[in-house]
């Protein structure tokens, strides 16, 4: 057997909020390749997903194969829009859901992992999270604002996170990073610059990959992945609809699962894939090859 052994490696899944969305599938395929697993998780959605873990509410979701459970070694609060504590506005620090939770900033993250498990400590890092509060905008009516705070929030962080976790890496760590083709084709309604969010984290893949290769000996990729019912992806006001266009025009005619991108997710951290670094790969049953739409189904 070829196995994706991940025993010993200690994960960091930022954008966890919840057992619906690609960052907890990824955990969990993780922690079945053998990894612990560490969550970044959203203040705002904090409270709610730890009640519901205390609570057992999401049990089911939390069984690996055997009679093994997923286990989250630590929940760090994040907000990937701060790097450091300062540069979150007053309003923000003052929010009751951010008020308690200590630094919250990558910054924050990064000393709080530096501190419970020492230096070097960590070998895979997943950027799971974006947001852009103008989505349901055509990008041509996306203010200023909406527009520098979907990158801000969902390409410039994934920088930072390299930046600030790089030097926290064992030898071999992998850094990696949740795509969508709306970063290289036209989507109507990923609005807000969603797309161009993509498609600078789909750029800064590359750049990444050789700057943080060179310096730090690390690996930076991403998936790009199809369509998937996820709370974000939701918000956007029409998955349904893309699921099922993506699954009848697609060459494996079918919607993805969450754990297709999960397994890739542990491939592509794993040691296998040593010499994949500045990837783009797509879990999308293929759907990114197609020029024309099928036939509509009579
Ligand atoms: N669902 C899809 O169809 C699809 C397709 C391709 C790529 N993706 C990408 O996959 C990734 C995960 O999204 P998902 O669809 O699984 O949804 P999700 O709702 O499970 O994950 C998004 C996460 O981002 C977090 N988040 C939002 N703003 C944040 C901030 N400022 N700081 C920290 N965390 C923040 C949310 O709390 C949530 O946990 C995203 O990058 C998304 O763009 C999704």
Same mark, same amino acid.
């Given at each position: ?7 010993g490696?200690?994960?960091l899944?930022?954008g ?6 690609f960052?907890f ?9 053998g990894?612990?697993?560490c969550l970044g998780?959203?203040?705002p959605?904090?409270?709610?997903f ?13 069984r ?7 286990e989250?070694?630590?929940i ?8 450091t504590?300062?540069?979150?506005p007053a309003?923000?620090?003052e ?17 709080r ?7 070097p400590?960590?070998? $895979? ?5 974006? #947001?852009a509060?103008e989505?349901? %905008?055509?990008?041509?009516?996306? /203010?200023?604002? @909406?527009?520098?705070s ?23 760590g992998?850094f990696l ?17 969603m ?10 893949t590359r ?12 690996r930076?990729?991403?998936?790009s ?13 029409f998955?349904?609809?893309m699921?099922k ?10 919607? $993805?699962?969450?754990?297709d991108?999960? #397994?890739?997710?542990?491939?592509? %951290?794993?040691?296998?894939?040593? /010499?994949?670094? @500045?990837?783009v ?6 759907y ?6 099928t036939?509509?189904?009579?």
């Open positions: 057997m070829l196995p994706i052994d991940l025993t490696k200690r994960a899944v930022a966890v909020s919840d057992d619906g969305g960052g599938a990824i955990a969990k395929a993780l922690a079945e390749a990894a612990t697993i998780s959203w203040p959605a904090l409270g709610i730890t009640k519901l873990l205390e609570r057992g509410k999401m049990d089911e979701s939390m690996l194969s055997g009679d093994r459970r997923l989250f070694e630590r760090y609060p994040l907000d990937a829009a701060f790097d504590l300062a540069d979150a309003e923000v620090r929010n009751k859901r951010y008020k308690e939770v200590g630094d919250f900033s990558i910054q924050g993250m990064t000393e992992l530096r501190g419970d498990f020492g230096k400590s960590l070998d $895979i890092v997943i950027h799971s999270l974006a #947001n509060p989505v349901k %905008s055509p990008l041509v009516d996306t /203010s200023r604002q @909406g527009y520098l979907a990158i801000s929030v969902s390409a410039y962080s994934n920088v930072s996170l390299v930046r600030n976790l790089a030097p926290l890496m064992r030898e071999g992998s990073s949740l795509t969508y083709m709306a970063g290289e084709r036209v989507i109507p309604g990923y609005g807000g610059g797309s161009s969010a993509k498609a600078a984290l789909e750029a800064d750049t990444l990959a050789f700057e943080a290769g060179r310096r730090w000996g690390v930076i990729n991403a998936i992945a199809g369509p998937w019912a996820s709370r974000a992806a939701s918000a956007i006001g998955i349904d609809m699921i266009y993506t699954a009848s025009n697609s060459p494996l005619p079918r919607p $993805i699962e969450a754990d991108v999960g #397994n890739t997710a542990a491939f592509l %951290s794993s040691p296998l894939a040593r /010499s994949i670094t @500045g990837s790969v797509y879990v999308d049953n293929g990114h090859a197609m020029g024309m739409a036939e509509p189904e009579k």
